[in-house]
């Protein structure tokens, strides 16, 4: 099973922008969907942005036009986040699935079984 380590969470004001990156332990591209959740204290773990074996992309809409994931090499994956809202404030997971998920499945925590520890994002107003 694919190991995966989160980093690049820090505490930010409203309107700012961080990047995140995850790690893999082994070659994803194009083999893996991969993608990035989020999990607020008291609420669910929701899916924020994907990217499948094919290079389908996915975003929730509470994210679109501000966050982009993206590959950027073989084994590291990231998210850029900008315009954060103190909405966007919760612990940012990693996850990887060894297949292709499809546009309705990318975004579902319920299909991935790797997943890394968390960094965590706090966003003031």
């Known amino acids: 099973q694919v190991q995966l380590v989160e980093s690049g969470g820090d505490s930010v004001q409203s309107g700012g922008s961080l990047r995140l990156s995850c790690v893999a332990s082994?070659?994803?591209?194009?083999?893996?969907?991969v993608g990035w959740f989020r999990q607020a204290p008291g609420k669910e773990r929701e899916g924020v942005a994907a990217?499948?074996?094919?290079?389908?992309t996915s975003y929730a809409d509470s994210v679109k036009d501000r966050f982009t994931i993206s590959q950027d090499n073989a084994n590291t994956l990231s998210l850029q986040m900008n315009s954060l809202k103190p909405d966007d404030t919760a612990m940012y997971y990693c996850?990887?699935?060894?297949?292709?998920?499809?546009?309705?499945?990318?975004?579902?925590?319920?299909?991935?079984?790797?997943w890394g520890q968390g960094t965590l994002v706090t966003v003031s107003s």
């Open positions: 990217i499948d074996s094919d290079g389908s």
């Open positions: 996850a990887a699935e060894p297949r292709w998920l499809g546009r309705w499945y990318r975004l579902s925590r319920a299909e991935y079984n790797s």
């Open positions: 082994e070659n994803t591209y194009r083999r893996y969907s």
